[in-house]
């Protein structure tokens, strides 16, 4: 079975790495640069529709001022007209615009999750376990959704509002120069509200990111090990750290919000700032003849204006900084770790497991292996037994490559485990638990993931040989669609699909780690001897916790406190009187505790 932080493995998660504020820059920038010519455009459009915002208001000026001197309906039927038509401009500009962006929008999120699955699936499982599922799921969710609205929906926003801003107070200092500086320092409160919420929202916004990835590990780790938390009476346990995690996220979620409830309510009176500045020093200035009645009001306008994009820009705000924290850490991924070691060009000369004076301790742990040295031939088959403890799962981790030694070697034809390719080390070794995942999409598309040229025949050979020929019972077979609202695959299904996964890889070392330990007990045995027709000739290392397959094995490994302690055939054991021949008399065909 695989360690999980119930099992007492890594008993601290170490978290995945974020993205510094100069990588999300760069990432932005990339991301821009690869829709360039659609940016461009958006820009264009934005532009476009902000300048054909401007007219209305100076229209209305002119209207003023045109019948101040005396013009008749005429003048101010045409100006009128000319506001509709280029108020429908700019509503058909805006549109436009939105939907060009959205598009945009849609195209670079759909980049960013592409990326984020490819480096997932780089991440060796080792940096993936003791980092925590939970904090991978809520990044993948959680905040890959985030930036999704953020894309889609904050950042057109500010992009259009910005524009817009821009042009109408370039406008107000147009119509009048002193009433566009006084516009400017009516805008003096909104931008120190801003600079305060902003110096203190990014570090607030990825502590709540962390801790929601927090709380969801500890439903994950529950959930998953829920038969080890019945089992050893864990359940006060993790409702305990469960509240220490809600109490650390909610802490982290009223930080938020105090943040907000004292920008906002700035931001508000920063609004009215603006215009009010101007109508009083603009209708001092009419009074003393300074200005036009009609220049007054077209800034006012302006500055009526203003509030609306004023309002988009800072409303969206909130929403930026907190897809900013959540881009931060979907794109922290770049900077994990994407192999155990430096991968070599050389070939393995051989399929021979060489284990050498191999030692390993999990981060912040004793050590759980002692110095191992084990040889196993090519195509032997050998069980590794011991106490719950012994290191029998953390020893089939190193020969399988997820874990690399933290002192001596485990190489396969002399070349080191962890530094061989995903795709090459796939063909070589492959490690097979209790624990399996059934993927969103058909029975096909479950079984092409290890072989992906593989043909139908060959997918429904898999499957009988290992005992599934429940799927040619399903509607639609091969293409009946596993998980969601589809149809819902039980555990031994699970696992019979996983070891056909297994059948299709063709490696030619198996690390078995009790594969079919969810069957019934029918089942089990069909796919057992299934299997063993199909391992013929290949290398077999068994992690033995019922001793009827250490019976059957060439040789057997009794480890004890991470040390190899006895390693020999079955009857040979046995006879000599050792540990293993206590464990075979204690528990003859039971389970090892």
Not at 238 to 255: D, K, Q, S
């Amino acid at each position: 079975m695989t360690t999980t932080p119930l099992e007492g493995a890594p008993a601290e998660a170490h978290a995945l790495p974020v993205a510094g504020p100069a990588d999300v820059r760069r990432a932005a920038a990339r991301l821009i640069r690869q829709d360039r010519r659609s940016f461009a455009g958006v820009v264009a459009l934005n532009s476009a529709a902000a300048l054909a915002g401007l007219a209305a208001p100076w229209l209305l000026g002119r209207i003023v001022d045109e019948v101040r001197a005396g013009a008749g309906v005429a003048v101010v039927d045409r100006l009128a007209l000319a506001i509709v038509a280029a108020a429908v401009v700019q509503l058909l500009l805006s549109r436009w615009a939105r939907y060009a962006a959205h598009r945009m929008g849609e195209r670079t999120l759909a980049r960013v999750r592409e990326t984020f699955v490819d480096r997932c699936l780089a991440l060796p499982a080792s940096v993936v376990e003791r980092a925590g599922t939970g904090d991978l799921a809520t990044r993948g969710t959680a905040d890959v959704a985030a930036v999704g609205t953020t894309l889609r929906d904050s950042g057109p926003q500010i992009v259009i509002a910005s524009a817009q801003l821009l042009f109408l107070l370039g406008a107000a200092v147009a119509t009048d120069p002193l009433l566009g500086g006084c516009a400017l320092t009516g805008l003096v409160a909104a931008h120190l509200a801003t600079r305060w919420y902003l110096r203190r929202a990014p570090a607030a916004y990825l502590a709540q990111g962390a801790a929601d990835s927090g709380v969801a590990e500890i439903l994950s780790a529950t959930s998953t090990g829920a038969r080890t938390v019945e089992a050893f009476r864990l359940g006060d346990a993790r409702l305990r750290a469960g509240r220490e995690a809600l109490t650390v996220a909610r802490a982290a979620r009223m930080r938020t919000l105090l943040l907000r409830n004292v920008y906002f309510p700035a931001v508000e009176i920063a609004y009215s700032l603006p215009l009010i500045t101007v109508l009083l020093v603009g209708g001092w200035l009419h009074l003393r003849g300074a200005v036009t009645l009609g220049t007054v009001l077209t800034a006012a306008f302006y500055m009526r204006q203003i509030e609306a994009p004023l309002d988009e820009v800072l409303s969206h705000v909130d929403q930026l900084q907190s897809g900013g924290a959540s881009f931060a850490r979907v794109e922290g991924l770049a900077r994990a770790p994407m192999s155990n070691g430096e991968e070599l060009s050389t070939e393995p000369e051989g399929d021979r497991i060489e284990v050498r004076g191999a030692r390993y301790a999990y981060p912040g742990g004793p050590e759980v292996l002692g110095g191992v040295d084990l040889v196993v031939r090519p195509g032997e088959r050998l069980a590794v037994v011991g106490p719950s403890g012994a290191g029998k799962t953390t020893l089939s981790r190193l020969v399988a490559g997820i874990d690399a030694p933290t002192a001596g070697s485990v190489t396969v034809g002399g070349v080191p485990v962890v530094s061989l390719a995903p795709e090459r080390l796939r063909r070589q070794v492959v490690l097979v638990t209790q624990e399996h995942h059934v993927f969103l999409g058909t029975v096909r598309d479950n079984l092409l993931i290890a072989e992906p040229e593989a043909s139908d025949a060959e997918l429904w050979a898999a499957l009988r040989s290992v005992g599934a020929e429940w799927v040619s019972a399903l509607p639609d077979g091969l293409d009946t669609v596993l998980g969601g609202d589809a149809y819902r695959a039980s555990g031994p299904q699970a696992q019979q699909l996983a070891l056909a996964r297994v059948v299709l890889a063709d490696p030619h070392t198996l690390v078995l780690d009790e594969a079919t330990a969810l069957l019934d007990p029918a089942t089990a045995r069909h796919a057992e001897r299934a299997l063993a027709a199909v391992l013929e000739g290949r290398t077999v290392i068994a992690i033995a916790h019922r001793l009827h397959t250490a019976h059957d094995a060439d040789r057997v490994a009794v480890m004890r406190d991470g040390r190899l302690t006895e390693l020999g055939p079955h009857d040979e054991l046995v006879a000599a009187g050792g540990e293993y021949a206590s464990l075979w008399r204690t528990w003859h065909g039971t389970p090892i505790p």
